[in-house]
């Protein structure tokens, strides 16, 4: 088993940035590939960015527009997501997200998700 808390949402006004952390435990070893999605109320939980185990290989959706950077710390067991920039359009829940050997950056599917934390909440004001 996995265990994954994220930390660092909060309210933040438009143009402003917020720094996410995800913690993993448990059950690491295997953790190649970890992303972050979101979510607002009535949509499907969608991609935002996923990070490789060495830290240097990344994917993000096309909204990020450079305004976001995920990164990891192996040793730590961490990821985080580094938000500048912030649109109204940017408030969600944030979900760090984890399945063991998986190596692809590019394709996520939700239902093939094994691990998936509590969440953590944005809010970006106009």
């Known amino acids: 088993q996995v265990q994954l808390v994220e930390s660092g949402g909060g309210l933040v006004q438009a143009g402003g940035s917020l720094r996410l952390s995800c913690a993993a435990s448990?059950?690491?070893?295997?953790?190649?590939?970890m992303a972050w999605f979101r979510q607002t109320p009535g949509r499907e939980r969608e991609f935002v960015a996923s990070v490789g185990w060495d830290n240097i290989n990344t994917h993000y959706a096309n909204f990020v527009k450079g305004r976001f950077t995920i990164s990891r710390d192996s040793d730590k067991n961490s990821m985080y997501l580094q938000m500048n920039s912030l649109e109204p359009e940017d408030t969600a829940v944030y979900y760090c997200?984890?399945?063991?050997?998986?190596?692809?950056?590019?394709?996520?599917?939700?239902?093939?998700?094994?691990?998936w934390g509590q969440g953590t909440r944005v809010t970006v004001s106009s």
């Open positions: 448990g059950r690491t070893f295997g953790l190649y590939a």
């Open positions: 997200a984890a399945k063991p050997f998986y190596r692809d950056l590019t394709t996520w599917r939700i239902h093939e998700i094994d691990y």
